[in-house]
């Protein structure tokens, strides 16, 4: 723990604090229009992940990539809080995190075209119905992702839930902007580094599914 992290010992314990505490301390993205070459500057490709968790995917991509330049969105304010501050300790230059909603920053994001890769690992499923609407899914998701990949560019989903995978790869196949090679899933996720909930997938045999689709021109 850092020393400004929000302190049990110290600090009031409930939830609500320490929530309000997170968002003050949690990298926000600025007002309006937000130009990723000037938020990671250098000439690697950029890479843009939504819904970083606990963010090992985010900090062990940044390894072994390092001439890539990684942006990653989290709504949850303490660990957008918790991995920014680890990829300080780390040192690793190449990585930027917003804590905020990736639905409003994907929007914002720019120049159109820049964007080598998008990475999904295991986006919540929402399953109530009353939370149907949170979900990161159909073209309020992809138009802004096809707005910014660059043509060839990659956009990879995995997920343990197969039902959840089936939306994706239709989405996707409905959508004029990707390919989806058959048969639509791939086996191995062939990004070099893994999310929190893969290994724990993994670890537990769970099955994953896996797509690859690619910005068309
Ligand atoms: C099931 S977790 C998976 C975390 C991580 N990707 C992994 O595989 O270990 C889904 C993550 O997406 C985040 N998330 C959900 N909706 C989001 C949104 N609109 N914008 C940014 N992050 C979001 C959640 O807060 C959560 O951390």
Redo the contacts with the bound molecule.
């Keep these: 723990m850092t020393s400004k992290e929000p302190n049990a010992d110290t600090e009031s314990k409930t939830g609500r604090d320490f929530a309000r505490r997170y968002v003050a301390l949690s990298p926000a993205a600025p007002e309006g229009p937000l130009g990723l070459v000037e938020l990671l500057p250098g000439s690697g490709d950029i890479e843009v992940e ?5 963010g ?2 985010l900090l062990d991509r940044a390894g072994v990539a390092p001439a890539s330049r990684l942006l990653g ?4 304010r303490k ?1 957008a809080y918790l991995v920014a501050e680890r990829a300080k300790s780390l040192g690793l230059a190449n990585v930027r995190v917003f804590g905020g ?3 409003d920053i994907l929007l914002r994001l720019g120049p159109d075209g820049s964007v080598a890769r998008v990475f999904m ?4 499923p929402w399953w109530k119905k009353r939370h149907a609407k ?1 979900r ?1 899914r159909g073209n309020e998701l992809l138009d802004p992702i096809a707005r910014l990949l660059r043509v060839g560019g990659e956009l990879f989903i995995q997920t343990d839930v197969e039902e959840r995978a089936e939306v994706f790869l239709a989405d996707l196949r409905e959508h004029s902007a990707f390919e989806v090679k058959d048969p639509g899933y791939v086996v191995e996720n062939p990004y070099g580094a893994r ?4 290994e724990r997938a993994i670890a537990d045999g769970l099955p994953v599914f896996r797509i690859v689709a690619l910005r068309r021109a």
Excluded: C, M, Q, T
Aim: charged share 40%; hydrophobic share 35%; glycine share 8%.
């Design positions: 939504i819904g970083f968790g606990r090992r995917f969105i989290e709504v949850k660990w909603d990736a639905r690992h295991f986006p919540d949170r990161l999310s929190n909930r893969e």
